[in-house]
């Protein structure tokens, strides 16, 4: 039996969480979680308004 854990992003700025959303980098290939509402990401979070979360994912 496997136990899957993500880890979710979310951002604050709004208020209320919004989900980061993975967008390209100029790394070619490298992903970055990035808030579409203010560009907070996860290393890069000057507000401090990233939270995640982990969930389990059940089959
Ligand atoms: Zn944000």
Same mark, same amino acid.
């Given at each position: 039996? @496997?136990?899957?854990? $993500?880890?979710?992003?979310? +951002?604050? *700025?709004?208020?209320? %969480? /919004?989900? /980061? !959303? %993975? !967008? $390209?980098?100029? $790394?070619?290939?490298? /992903?970055? /979680?990035? *808030? $579409?509402? +203010?560009?907070?990401? %996860?290393?890069?979070? %000057?507000?401090? @308004?990233?939270?995640?979360?982990?969930? @389990?994912?059940?089959?």
């Amino acid at each position: 039996m @496997t136990i899957d854990v $993500e880890r979710r992003y979310f +951002c604050n *700025c709004s208020g209320k %969480p /919004l989900e /980061l !959303v %993975p !967008v $390209e980098t100029d $790394e070619e290939g490298q /992903l970055d /979680l990035i *808030c $579409e509402r +203010c560009g907070a990401s %996860p290393s890069s979070d %000057p507000k401090h @308004t990233i939270t995640y979360q982990d969930v @389990t994912l059940d089959d």
